[in-house]
């Protein structure tokens, strides 16, 4: 096996080449950009993805050999993470051009608008800026406000962002960046062109980023220690937070077979891999319930980071792809080390708080969803603190098979945020079975759910909050599908 041991990337126009040996691999884009004194706009708030101070944007090839601008929060992204593409931070906007500094479209509108007071949160909103630029013309208001979720500000007021981004945005799409794509393409395609797997050490850390899934199976084998991290955006966080050290990491996100999609008759196949964000587009007509929950999962620069396999991986109570998953009777395909394949219902794969049937030497490798038939309604719900950025307090998958007499024949009722893992609420789905859908029965059923789950108090909310948002959930569900 050819094995490279440093990572390149494009900064500063430049090919930017790093070795370790004295840096930890895990170190985050955002501390080694401020280690720099030409990189200091890109700021550090919360080192948890939930203020958008760290913006930068990350342009990298797509399947059609095109620049894809990607903005993200640098302070939960490992550096491995970042080779073959090119960073742009906010130092790399502006141009000289007749001896003279000329601000970029997104800057120039941010100082007419008036969008910043004290700057400290105006780099990531400016790169967030700049990725709606590069990827929209005219975008509507509800692009703009996706695209600025992730940016936190405290002294500005938003109106004048808002106002700032939307004006910039309305432009022919041409920029420095345009003229330089098809160079910067081309020098992209020679670091990845060799697809050999990569093995950097330092500071007592080993990383591997296998080019291949049967690399990273092998390696897993050879590491069984080792911590296998996607887009690191429930990872990063125990570095940031709890300073955990990772000896031994094999990073995914060098594998471009997991990133993959595809359909059959029967159903849509998601890599692991994917972004959520990629997720969310692929699914916008296909599995519309799917698209609206992923419209209010973290913000557009988390998305662009966390993976499908990611979110199950962590088997997170509050996942919130998970009560859709089973609602979708969705199953996850598994590869070992030694070749074997396994595919799971995603309902028994998860089996307890953070807890799933993956062996030590598997990957989850995709994940398939059958195409929901015409005569099925599936939909979800998420009830948060604030509706942005904010993880679940209680969450919900409905699916509903009905009759022409207006008869359930099939329900399942699924729930994020009331039992240690995702669960059922089984004997409510029992008592609608074979009922008519009427408010009398839905109010029983509503009845039920309230005495089967024993959620937690915890900060987000008590117990019997959750409980009464859960049976409301349903009501929702039944007003909404209901013909009166
Ligand atoms: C600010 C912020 C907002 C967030 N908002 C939401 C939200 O709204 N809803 C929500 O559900 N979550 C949210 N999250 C949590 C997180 O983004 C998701 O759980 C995400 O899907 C994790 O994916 P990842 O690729 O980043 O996982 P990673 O952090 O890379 O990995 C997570 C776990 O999955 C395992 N894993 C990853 N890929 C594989 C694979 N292919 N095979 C086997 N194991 C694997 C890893 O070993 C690890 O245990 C948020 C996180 C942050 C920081
Ligand atoms: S520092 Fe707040 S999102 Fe990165
Ligand atoms: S301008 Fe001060 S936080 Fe936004």
New binding site residues.
Partial sequence: MIVKKHIEFILDGKIHRIEFGNLKPSTTVLNYLRSFDNHKGVKEGCA???CGACTVVLASLDEKGKLSFEAI?SC?VFLPMIHGKQLITVENLSIKEKGERQLHSVQKSMVIHNGSQCGYCTPGIVMSTFALYKNHTKPSLDVVLDSLT?NLCRCTGYNSIIKAAQQACQHNGKDQYSYTEEQICKTLSTIKEDKVDIELEGEGQKYFLPASIQSALQLMQENPEA???????????RQTKKREHFPVIIG?SAIDE?REYSENDEQLIFG??M??EKVKLLSKHKLPALYQMLS????L???N????????????P?????PLLFAYNASVN?LDSEGKKRTIPIEDFITGY?QTL?KKN????SVCIPKPSQDITISSY?V?RRKD????TVSAAFSLKMNTDGIVEDIMLVY?GMAAKTQKAIKAGEYLKGKIWSLKNIEHAMSIIEDEFTPLTDARSDASTRRIAASNLLLKFFSETHSA
């Fill in positions: 948890e993805g939930d929060d939960l992730g911590l296998i991290v996607s887009g690191a955006t429930d990872i990063a966080l995914l997991v692991a891999g972004s959520m209010v999962f973290g913000s620069q988390i998305r980071l966390a993976t499908l396999g990611g979110n199950i991986g962590s088997a997170s509050i996942g919130d792809s998970l598994l953070r993956l598997e990957l989850i490798v998420k948060s950025l904010d993880i679940s994020g």
